[in-house]
């Protein structure tokens, strides 16, 4: 499991049954502290889960960039099928000089889609 500004939670189920780790993650994700959660953290993916493709996109100046290349670097290390696009944007922010930069995120989300269903 890969929670952002924290990273890789060795047992999930025990991290997440423990409400004491609420404070060691963003307080946006006290969600993850509830027992479905934890239930379901160290389930391995259904059989033919692998051949799911998955698009990772997240911008180069994103805060969240690190916890989305680790999460590219472990579906690759589960044999997922995975492209990546990392363009060179902050987080959320369409105007400015990322502008042009933002406006191809449809684009390479329709391309990927196209791709994987024709």
Not at 20 to 25: D, F
Not at 51 to 76: H, N, Q
């Amino acid at each position: 499991m890969l929670i952002e500004d924290y990273g890789e939670v060795e047992n999930a189920r025990a991290f997440l049954s423990s409400r004491k780790n609420v404070t060691k993650i963003p307080a946006r994700l006290s969600g993850l502290f509830d027992a479905r959660v934890a239930k379901v953290a160290e389930r391995p993916a259904a059989k033919g889960a692998e051949k799911i493709p998955f698009l990772v996109m997240c911008g180069t100046l994103d805060t969240r960039w690190s916890i989305a290349k680790e999460f590219a670097s472990s579906l690759k290390t589960s044999g997922f099928s995975f492209q990546t696009e990392w363009p060179v944007t902050p987080h959320g922010s369409k105007g400015g000089k990322h502008k042009a930069e933002f406006a191809r995120y449809p684009q390479r989300v329709i391309e990927f889609f196209t791709k994987h269903t024709e």
